[in-house]
């Protein structure tokens, strides 16, 4: 287990956020702390409380915390940022290498 920060820089709108995911050494749980431009992703940030990573790794897409929160908050069905976080939380939760993911638009 180890705390991750990811920067998500989202394309034409550039809204940047930032994912602090830190792990709670006794639950396993990862609580984010995250700072956005965005007015819609501070919403799902204020909404999203401790995950699971096992958790979230286990469930389907749809089904995950951190997407049924997105749908609720997020206007736009393309924005990167909920992807981002289920890779900081795996990241931060010991199940995935800390690696860049790329969105190249061409």
């Known amino acids: 287990m180890s705390n991750c920060k990811t920067t998500v820089e989202p394309?034409?709108?550039?809204?940047?956020?930032?994912?602090?995911?830190?792990?709670d050494p006794d639950t396993y749980?990862?609580?984010f702390d995250?700072?956005?431009?965005?007015?819609?992703?501070?919403k799902l940030a204020a909404a999203l409380g401790p995950v699971s990573p096992y958790?979230?790794?286990?469930?389907?897409?749809?089904?995950?915390?951190?997407?049924v929160l997105a749908g609720e908050?997020?206007?736009?069905?393309?924005?990167?940022?909920p992807c981002a976080l289920m890779?900081?939380?795996e990241a931060a939760g010991g199940?995935?290498?800390?690696?860049?993911?790329?969105?190249?638009?061409?």
Do not use: F
């Open 29 to 31: 749980m990862v609580e």
């Open 34 to 42: 995250i700072q956005s431009e965005c007015p819609s992703v501070m």
């Open 87 to 89: 890779k900081t939380l």
């Open 55 to 67: 958790t979230e790794a286990e469930a389907r897409l749809n089904n995950t915390t951190v997407y």
């Open 11 to 23: 394309g034409v709108c550039r809204l940047k956020t930032v994912i602090i995911a830190n792990t």
């Open 73 to 81: 908050n997020l206007p736009h069905a393309a924005c990167p940022v």
């Open 95 to 106: 199940m995935a290498l800390k690696r860049d993911v790329v969105i190249k638009l061409e």
